[in-house]
């Protein structure tokens, strides 16, 4: 293989890992929303009962 395509490999899988990376921190802000929201319900639950 040559130097370009060697680099284009590297390219390649350089983007792969971004995008793996990127469904990562995706999914990881999902769950911090639900749980946020969560917690503000139970707060508010606990509010209510005061």
């Not at 490999?9 to 971004?18: D, G, K, M």
């Not at 990376?21 to 802000?29: D, E, K, P, Y």
């Not at 769950?31 to 946020?36: F, G, I, K, P, S």
């Amino acid at each position: 293989v040559d130097r370009a395509g060697k680099t284009i490999l590297q390219l390649i899988e350089l983007t792969r890992l971004v995008v793996l990376l990127r469904q990562l921190a995706t999914s990881r802000l999902i769950r911090l929303t639900r749980l946020a929201v969560q917690v503000d319900q139970a707060n508010q639950v606990v509010l209510q009962v005061d």
